[in-house]
C-alpha cells in the first residue's frame, strides 16, 4: 500500500480533507476501525498521512475505534513509533504534533500547535479572531498541502511557506501556524 490516510471523523476536522483527496494509492481510515488491524496498515503502507485532534502524545482516536476498544486514545501512539520511523516522508498535522515527532525522531512534514478553531486562537493569545478568520486559514493551509502532497517533504513545505505565506500576511491565525509548520 502506497498511502495509508489516518482522519478520525470529526466534524471540527472536516477541513483538512482536501489534504489527501487528490492523493492517488490510498487508504483512508476515517471510522470505526480494529488497533491491531490499523497497525497492520501502518506497517503495509510507505507513507502515513496522520491528522485531527491531538497532544504531544499522539493523534486522538476520536470514533475511530469500537466501544471495547475506547481505552486506548491514541489512534497514532507512542506504541507506533516504531512502525513509522522509517517512513520519511509522512505527514503528521495534529495540536502538537511535533513534540511527538521529535521525541520519536521521526520524519516528513508536521505541525506544532495548530489553531483551528475560535478558541485555540484565544487559548493561544490571539485576539479579535473570529470564524472567518479561522475558517480562511484552515482552508488556504488545506489547499497548499493538497495541492503540493505528491512532492517531497522539503518541497511541499517550500510550497506551503509560499501558498500559506501570502495568507499570514493578513491573516494572524495562518500567521501562527505556518510559525509552526515543520519538516524534518
Known amino acids: 500500500m502506497e498511502n495509508l490516510v489516518i482522519h478520525p471523523r470529526d466534524p471540527t476536522t472536516v477541513f ?5 483527496e487528490k492523493v492517488a494509492n490510498k487508504t483512508v481510515i476515517a471510522q470505526e ?6 497497525k497492520d496498515l501502518i506497517k503495509q503502507s510507505n507513507r502515513v ?36 520511523r522509517d517512513k520519511d516522508q509522512s505527514i ?3 495540536c502538537h504534533a511535533n513534540q511527538f515527532v521529535d521525541f520519536h525522531d521521526l520524519k516528513g512534514f508536521y505541525s506544532g500547535m495548530f ?3 475560535v478558541t ?12 472567518k478568520i479561522v475558517d480562511e486559514s484552515n482552508k488556504v493551509f488545506s489547499e497548499a498541502v493538497g495541492d503540493n502532497i505528491e512532492l517531497s517533504k522539503e518541497d511541499l513545505y517550500e510550497k506551503v511557506v509560499v501558498e500559506y ?11 501562527y501556524n505556518l510559525e509552526r509548520i515543520c519538516i524534518r
Not at 16 to 20: E, M, Q
Open 120 to 131: 485555540e486562537a484565544i487559548f493561544c493569545g490571539l485576539r479579535n479572531i473570529n470564524q
Open 92 to 94: 503528521y498535522i495534529w
Open 49 to 84: 498521512m496522520a491528522m485531527g485532534h491531538g497532544s504531544s502524545n499522539g493523534l486522538f482516536s476520536i470514533n475511530l475505534f469500537s466501544e471495547w476498544d475506547r481505552l486506548s486514545f491514541f489512534a497514532v501512539g507512542d506504541d507506533d513509533a516504531d512502525l513509522l
Open 33 to 38: 476501525v480494529d488497533p491491531d488491524s490499523l
Open 115 to 117: 489553531i483551528s478553531e
Open 16 to 20: 483538512l480533507t482536501p489534504i489527501y
Open 165 to 175: 505565506g501570502a495568507l499570514a500576511k493578513s491573516n494572524p491565525v495562518a500567521l
